[in-house]
């Protein structure tokens, strides 16, 4: 404050991005693809994506309205074509996950509707097809080289999986993000790929988020994206920044 | 999804939670004080909640409009009636951080404008009455042994600084949060916090969020905290719980 | 430094504790057993334990030395009879860990001899009996309610995996720690659970560390045991301590 | 296990390298000084290295022997005129962390001797020549731009602090480690810092630990350098490296 007031170039700078701050505009630092930049796809799994799926009732107009199964396809495709790595966090919940003594409200939520359960890590019984499976036609993509499946995040975040150290292990630095749910496990990874040091730049419209009655999920992700990527990109905003 | 259709316990939760899923209501897990409950409060500083800080051009509208200022009062003061211990989270900058090769929108935005600058934690000259101290009305709480300041946060969540360890060794499980921002610091603590497993109730209105044209962090904020906390108080409803 | 001579009761404390400092005992804080106990088991898997695994040429004779087997079966005896929880973090390498760019000293090893290897989270072929799977006589005690697998580490420690929010989301606050390898995961998973708040005490004869010429990792992890642990039991002590 | 046997390149991999296994050698990745490498030292502080300070008694012995003074001294030296960056991870423990309901062994000795005592991050009374403080002859290089003083620790590794973020903002992927003491905080970096994906190596005589009786901690120290870094240094084989 007082600084500000001391420090002619903080205050010029000031005055040049904040008067009238009322009218500020966020800044966009901006993203630029290099041999140091990975994709993260968070849950693309029939649970969120597929009509079958137990979030569509909720989630399905997102989906369809943002063209969402379409633009991850399309990431898949930038990703093969361009040699960028593309890393997939998954959500499985197992037995014990049930078990919780206490959770959050879409925690509680996706608990209780059966989400992405799988019997546990060591069991694939009934897992082809389910809820918890991959949407049908992204296999032929996570079956290739070029697709890391890390281990599965518990609450919304990376902070229970090898996401980060996966990254690492291959050099990276950049990560453009994409999948579901736009305001809850995209936008968790999001904050905390920031705060272990990574640059990242999200894909708007390869997200989708719930709509509950007065709680537009979308509206949300939408928001937080902007205040804190480095950059928002649409997809097709994406795949012209690659040639 | 397999797994709740021939799961008739699922299957029935599930219509009676979600039928028809476009018109679910959220859980809401509920949230009760005990004795391993504690307060948290990020940035009560004055670059938010004073009309000299350096955002109040874009945050100042929402802080009258939630009576944040007194609220977060509310707070300390209930905190102190009740034998509630109080964390703060505080945001500092120092020199070094403003050399950092990359940022987020907002953290370009922060550092452009000088916001909670400090020289560094060795030097405490000019901090007095700076943005980066204490809103003036509350030292009287901080300066008491119920409440623990906590080492710096760098982006936006606990991740970077002591505050979960803290919890921990005062044996704290659970968590009621407020403080600023709203959609960034405060929204950050409560998923980490969910991350690091302690239960999170929210104080909506002792919170306030910047608004920049076309995105209202107010708006991000509500909508994400009913996602996922176990519960939103607003300040009255918290005081009324403790009765 | 100051302080301590300007502070009577400091200097005290530190002349009673610590002169002849040379001399000094390093103090035991202790720990008890209560409901908020569990019990924590790393890699209770054939590569570490059975004589054909790929690593008993190294550590075979630690793990007869200290009986490890036998004690940690009596663990989870113990664990069943006085209703304590057990929780394992297991390690597995999947086909895509053996293309990380760079590796630690063990690391490198570990991948180098195909240690615990797996294809990958959906794939069980080949992993009944393989050097991932569990030590047979376990499997009896793994498969009740009373267990729970958390995910695979990575490297050492849990930092990779959920194991910390699975003992959160049970309210434990306390962790008995054995398994193996003793200056390896065991060590990491001590470091990071202090980390994460926990109090921690290690069962020094149900681990067992591999010995390399010149470098006895069970000296290693009996040192920093003692000296960043809560308490140091045999599992006999253990054992009487829960009478 | 079984993968081994009938892979036959892992077998020969696995027969060069192991046979006979109990004199296997440790590998040894080796590292190489580039423009993404960093030297991290922890607590070059009075407490540990000046025969003033309140572990001399305990540690004197070893930081004489190691010549830990003069080589962490070199270090600065190197990296200067190198272009190394340097960065500090600090030991510093405020009033309300005497209040903690419960520690490990070496945290609960560091409390009762006052060790590292600073008032708080906000307070700097007392704090000159103290024995939190640098140790004076390190002053002149840490006032310089090529070192950046992170926040404190406040266990035993940089988990509460921001050390991994300030690496990162400044596209730093690999550490030179030193500092002390070694195998309680140095080891405790070595680690999380292998956790966060970063390469290490050690320079182990600019490091030194306590001698309890019973317990060497310089023992423990070397032992787990060896098995987890990507090599290990002397100060002088460092120095030659970057010739």
Request: hydrophobic share 40%; aromatic share 10%; glycine share 8%.
């Amino acid at each position: 404050m007082k600084s500000i007031l001391f420090n002619p170039i903080a205050l010029y700078i000031f005055l040049l991005a904040c008067v009238p701050c009322a009218h500020a505009q966020i800044p966009d630092p901006g993203f630029t693809v290099d041999n140091t930049t990975a994709i993260v796809i968070t849950d693309p799994q029939n649970d969120f994506l597929s009509p079958d799926g137990v979030t569509w009732g909720v989630i399905g107009e997102s989906v369809i309205k943002n063209n969402t199964v379409e633009n991850l396809e399309t990431l898949f495709q930038l990703a093969e074509a361009h040699g960028i790595q593309v890393f997939i966090s998954p959500h499985y919940y197992y037995e014990h996950d049930h078990k919780w003594k206490f959770e959050g409200a879409l925690e509680k939520l996706m608990h209780d509707i059966g989400m992405f359960d799988r019997g546990d890590q060591l069991n694939k019984e009934g897992f082809e097809g389910s809820g918890a499976d991959w949407l049908p036609r992204y296999k032929k993509y996570i079956n290739k080289d070029f697709v890391t499946v890390v281990g599965p995040h518990k609450v919304y975040g990376p902070e229970q999986n090898d996401l980060s150290l996966q990254l690492r292990k291959q050099k990276i630095d950049k990560v453009v993000l994409a999948g579901m749910s736009g305001n809850l496990c995209v936008e968790s990874h999001l904050r905390e790929l920031l705060e272990d040091g990574f640059e990242v730049a999200v894909v708007v419209d390869a997200t989708a988020s719930a709509v509950a009655p007065g709680y537009d999920g979308n509206v949300a992700a939408e928001i937080n994206y902007r205040f804190v990527a480095s950059h928002v990109y649409t997809t097709e905003e994406f795949k012209q920044s690659l040639k």
